[in-house]
């Protein structure tokens, strides 16, 4: 069974830092891409960052590029998102999910399935 | 960035009832088109992928179809646990934008 489990949100003060970790298992980590998406309360869903198999590969949404960085520790079976700069628009429950790929150079034809349960972060002075 | 527009934005249905959602997308995006639904207080979870394609496990009352800019999500014969909010997303190139959701809820 696939499982997906994030951690590392929290409170955190306009202009901070944050880390989220999601630990994966019962599929091959390293085989499969992993995203990132976020939801604002009572909002709807954003995609957020993508990254490939590899790590080799990453993808942003423009709302995060140039704060947010993903990466993913395969040995580990650990996927990343390093959030830097926080806004209070950033505040949100962030899921991630094990993420398929038809075309995987381009990054084209992807669905997200299973997601985690998702961590809150919240951004507030 | 490829814009996504979801229709209703809400309805109220009964058990039983056959329920059509539809989502445009701003440009074509071939057939790079999944569905996706949520439970409050839950992850949301894939319905369908790549138009039509019903992810393994959803029943067979949910069916998806279209191609270009125009989709649709149909349910027929509504049931209890299909009482909740339902996404479209483009898969066709990042960022992977949804639809602002449509929320169905019982009559």
């Known amino acids: 069974e696939v499982q997906l489990l994030e951690s590392g949100g929290g409170l955190v003060q306009p202009g901070g830092s944050l880390r989220l970790s999601c630990v994966a298992s019962?599929?091959?980590?390293?085989?499969?891409?992993m995203s990132w998406v976020r939801q604002a309360p009572g909002k709807g869903l954003e995609w957020v960052s993508g990254?490939?198999?590899?790590?080799?590969?990453?993808f942003y949404a423009d709302s995060v590029k140039g704060r947010f960085s993903i990466s993913r520790d395969n040995s580990k079976n650990t996927l990343y998102l390093q959030m830097n700069r926080l806004r209070a628009e950033d505040t949100a429950v962030y899921y991630c999910?094990?993420?398929?790929?038809?075309?995987?150079?381009?990054?084209?034809?992807?669905?997200?399935?299973?997601w985690g349960q998702g961590t809150l972060v919240t951004v507030s002075s | 960035d490829i814009q996504m527009t979801q229709s209703p934005s809400s309805l109220s249905a009964s058990v039983g009832d056959r329920v059509t959602i539809t989502c445009r997308a701003s440009?074509?995006?071939?057939?790079?088109l999944n569905w996706y639904q949520q439970k409050p207080g839950k992850a949301p979870e894939l319905l369908i992928y790549?138009?039509?394609i019903l992810q393994s496990g959803v029943p067979s009352r949910f069916s998806g179809r279209g191609s270009g800019t125009d989709f649709t999500l149909t349910i027929s014969g509504l049931q209890p646990e299909d009482f909740a909010t339902y996404y479209c997303?483009?898969?066709?190139?990042?960022?992977?934008?949804f639809g602002p959701g449509t929320k169905v809820d019982i009559k």
């Open positions: 997303q483009q898969s066709y190139s990042p960022p992977f934008t």
């Open positions: 440009q074509t995006i071939n057939s790079y």
């Open positions: 790549a138009e039509s």
């Open positions: 999910a094990k993420t398929s790929v038809v075309v995987p150079s381009v990054m084209q034809g992807v669905w997200f399935a299973p």
């Open positions: 019962g599929f091959p980590f390293n085989t499969y891409a």
């Open positions: 990254i490939s198999g590899s790590g080799g590969s990453t």
